[in-house]
C-alpha cells in the first residue's frame, strides 16, 4: 500500500487548509486511515482518524471543532480539513493507513497501530 499526502504550504494563523491523501495497492475502503504530525522536537501525534466506512471519526482535543477528517472511497481519497489555523499547529502532517476488518468499528489513535505512512507534508502557520 502506498500513500501519499499533499496540500501542505505556509499560511497565516487564521487561515484555512485542506490535506489530501491518496492510498493505491489495495481497496481503499478496506484500509481505515489516520493523521498524525510531529512538530520539531516533538514526537509524533494522533491528530484525527476515520473507519473504513467513514462512519466514525474522532480527533484529538487540539483540533476539535477546527480539524475535520473526511474521505471519498469512490477516489481513493482521504481529507482534512484545517481551520481557524493556529501557530502550534506548524508540523509536518502525515497519512496513515491499517488494514481493517471491521466496516466500522473503532478509531485506532496510535502510531504503532497502523501499518502504512506516507513521506509528510509540511503545514506551516505563521502568526
Known amino acids: 500500500v502506498q500513500v501519499e499526502e499533499s496540500g501542505g504550504g505556509l499560511v497565516q494563523a487564521g487561515d484555512s487548509l485542506r490535506l489530501s491523501c491518496a492510498a493505491s495497492?489495495?481497496?481503499?475502503?478496506?484500509?481505515?486511515m489516520g493523521w498524525f504530525r510531529q512538530a520539531p522536537g516533538k514526537e509524533r501525534e494522533f491528530v484525527a482518524g476515520?473507519?473504513?466506512?467513514?462512519?466514525?471519526?474522532d480527533d484529538a482535543d487540539s483540533v476539535k471543532g477546527r480539524f475535520t477528517i473526511s474521505r471519498d472511497n469512490a477516489k481513493n481519497t482521504m481529507y482534512l480539513q484545517m481551520n481557524s489555523l493556529k501557530p502550534e499547529d506548524t508540523a509536518v502532517y502525515y497519512c496513515?493507513?491499517?488494514?481493517?476488518?471491521?466496516?466500522?468499528?473503532?478509531?485506532?489513535?496510535?502510531?504503532?497501530?497502523?501499518?502504512?505512512w506516507g513521506q509528510g507534508t509540511q503545514v506551516t502557520v505563521s502568526s
Open positions: 496513515a493507513a491499517r488494514k481493517a476488518s471491521s466496516y466500522s468499528g473503532t478509531v485506532v489513535t496510535t502510531t504503532s497501530g497502523y501499518e502504512y
Open positions: 495497492g489495495r481497496i481503499f475502503s478496506s484500509l481505515a
Open positions: 476515520i473507519t473504513r466506512s467513514g462512519g466514525r471519526t
